[in-house]
């Protein structure tokens, strides 16, 4: 049975964020609050708002995708607002708005107004997503323009029960977490747009499945959420049941995660269960892509010498000795 371990642990180190990576992003993260700050300062003078980061950096599961551009969450937290009558708080529409124009100008890329958030773009590198948020009655509303408008959401709650899972179940649910994701942006690639990572987040907790290596983890992991998914599609806000995360999910979504998923359980297995290291790490990368390391057969050097010799007694035998061999 191969063990392919050490293998993961590097594959893990090419798909986490470098240190270098993070302290880019957190500086970039800053300027971002401190431009904020400055136009609720100076032009609507209000109370500033308060910042938390959220999302996969906060969790500490950001991998870097394969298209190069990475994302952080920061949600903005508005002070100003009424906590006990929300009657005159203003639409989401004119929150984003104010968002927008905080941040035009902070890079070379106009800021995007999204449904759920306004988006500053480092173009090419990376995107930092502000959600906003207001506080009635000790419970946290999304400024989410349309329909939705203003309604619940606590992504803090989230980042504490990930935090409180990894602090139980060990700090192997994270790397999972991780090499998940990198699946799921591999097989986007290849077979078309994959679930949330939260939706990956949530499942891989729900169905972790421990063990001294992370290849019987990941593959075992996988089986344990092929069989929670292969009939129905549906994982609920393990801090709000009453919100699907699998709503907006189409039918084909779904039923293409179903398909992929089965094959990363269905593979994974055939990988533990392989006998040649090469194999299973062929395998592996069919699931995971190019960086996860390729292991080639090696041949000992008593076995090369050997298997020389033995072939030039076989070339001697066909080429007998010339007449003048002798002379």
Not at 290 to 308: C, L, M, S, V, W
Request: positive net charge; proline residues 4%.
């Amino acid at each position: 049975m191969a063990n392919l371990h050490s293998e993961f642990i590097t594959f893990h180190d090419r798909i986490a964020l470098s240190s270098g990576k993070k302290e880019s992003l957190r500086t970039a993260r800053n300027a971002i609050r401190e431009r904020i700050r400055k136009y609720f300062h100076e032009n609507l003078k209000v109370t500033l708002p308060k910042f938390l980061g959220q999302g996969s950096y906060s969790m500490g599961t950001t991998v870097n995708p394969l298209d190069g551009e990475f994302d952080i969450d920061d949600g903005v937290y508005l002070q100003h607002l009424d906590e006990n009558d929300d009657s005159k708080w203003p639409t989401p529409d004119t929150i984003h708005r104010w968002l927008v124009k905080a941040t035009d100008g902070h890079t070379n890329e106009k800021p995007l107004d999204k449904r759920t958030c306004v988006r500053v773009q480092y173009a090419g590198q990376y995107h930092v997503d502000l959600p906003l948020y207001g506080k009635l009655k000790s419970k946290y509303l999304l400024a989410e323009k349309g329909v939705e408008g203003w309604h619940r959401s606590d992504p803090l709650a989230l980042t504490v029960w990930f935090r409180e899972q990894v602090k139980a179940q060990g700090e192997q649910l994270r790397r999972v977490v991780r090499y998940l994701k990198a699946w799921a942006d591999f097989q986007s690639g290849r077979r078309g747009k994959m679930p949330s990572g939260l939706i990956l987040t949530v499942l891989a907790v729900q169905k972790f499945k421990a063990d001294e290596r992370d290849d019987v983890s990941l593959s075992n992991t996988a089986t344990a959420i092929f069989y929670a998914v292969y009939t129905v599609l549906r994982v609920y806000n393990p801090v709000d049941l009453t919100e699907e995360l699998t709503a907006r999910l189409t039918d084909e979504q779904k039923t293409r995660f179903q398909d992929v998923v089965s094959d990363l359980a269905i593979r994974g297995a055939k990988a533990i269960d392989a006998d040649d290291p090469e194999e299973s790490s062929k395998l592996w990368r069919s699931q995971l892509g190019d960086r996860f390391p390729n292991i080639e057969k090696t041949i000992n050097i008593g076995q090369k010498q050997e298997d020389a010799a033995k072939l030039a007694a076989v070339y001697r035998a066909k080429d007998p000795a010339k007449p003048w061999a002798h002379l």
